[in-house]
């Protein structure tokens, strides 16, 4: 079992920054891939980011490649998420997701085991 609890989130100006973090609870969470999707009002939920068990892989959707990096530290318990370059259509709620089998990426959200309740990125233009 892993608990999620994601913070950072805000409001912030086009072109600013925001980091994210997630921290988990539970033995196993360094066997996990962690992700982060984000969900705006009105659409789906759209995979975001990616990272193996031991960080050694990571994966990005094609709207925020170059701007974002997805790492994480796993004495800590947490995931992380560096927001550059923000746009305006990147305001939505953010979550963090635990799949087990760490060792595969997956883009899909029905794959993700375990889930934190969100935190809303506001980015004004």
């Known amino acids: 079992q892993v608990q999620l609890v994601e913070s950072g989130g805000g409001l912030v100006q086009a072109g600013g920054s925001l980091r994210l973090s997630c921290a988990g609870s539970?033995?196993?969470?360094?066997?996990?891939?962690l992700g982060w999707f984000r969900q705006a009002p009105g659409k789906e939920r759209e995979f975001v980011a990616a990272?193996?068990?031991?960080?050694?892989?990571?994966k990005y959707g094609d709207s925020v490649k170059g701007r974002f990096t997805i790492s994480r530290d796993n004495a800590k318990n947490t995931v992380y998420l560096q927001m550059n370059s923000l746009k305006p259509e990147d305001t939505a709620v953010y979550s963090c997701a635990a799949k087990a089998l760490g060792t595969i990426l997956v883009t899909s959200p029905l794959r993700y085991n375990y889930w934190g309740q969100g935190t809303q990125v506001t980015v004004s233009s």
């Open positions: 539970g033995r196993t969470f360094s066997s996990y891939v």
């Open positions: 990272i193996t068990y031991n960080g050694g892989l990571t």
